[in-house]
Nanobody, 132 residues
Framework: QVQLVESGGGSAQAGRSLTLSCSGS????????MGWFRQAPGKEREAVAL???????RYVDSVKGRFTISKDSAKNTLVLQMNSLKPEDTAMYYC??????????????????????????WGQGTQVAVFS
């Protein structure tokens, strides 16, 4: 069983930055795929960013150029750096780990939701609220 714990959420003004971290049991470097997901009220949970054990990454279009997913091997944590925040980034953010490789294909319009089924372990989530 893999346990994941997110931290770093909170409130921020639009245009500002927040950094989310995810620590857990097991090595973040050995997981075939890890990711950050988010779920806003009334919406489906969707992938925000994925990172493979090869360091290849994938982002949902709405965060490209603003968010960066990375691993801190020394601290064994998964990081999501969120810059230029927008009110529409408001959501509960979840860290997740998969036992299978990251999804780099799929329908461009639905892969971010479809990817939720690929992940086996989830954190409890951390709330991010962005106000204008």
């Amino acid at each position: 069983q893999v346990q994941l714990v997110e931290s770093g959420g909170g409130s921020a003004q639009a245009g500002r930055s927040l950094t989310l971290s995810c620590s857990g049991s097991g090595s973040v470097d050995r997981r075939p795929c890890m990711g950050w997901f988010r779920q806003a009220p009334g919406k489906e949970r969707e992938a925000v960013a994925l990172i493979a054990n090869t360091e290849r990454t994938r982002y949902v279009d709405s965060v490209k150029g603003r968010f960066t997913i990375s691993k801190d091997s020394a601290k064994n944590t998964l990081v999501l750096q969120m810059n230029s925040l927008k009110p529409e980034d408001t959501a509960m953010y979840y860290c997740a780990a998969s036992l299978i490789p990251c999804r780099f294909g799929g329908d461009p319009g639905t892969w971010m939701v479809d990817a939720t089924g690929d992940f086996h372990f989830w954190g409890q989530g951390t709330q991010v609220a962005v106000f204008s």
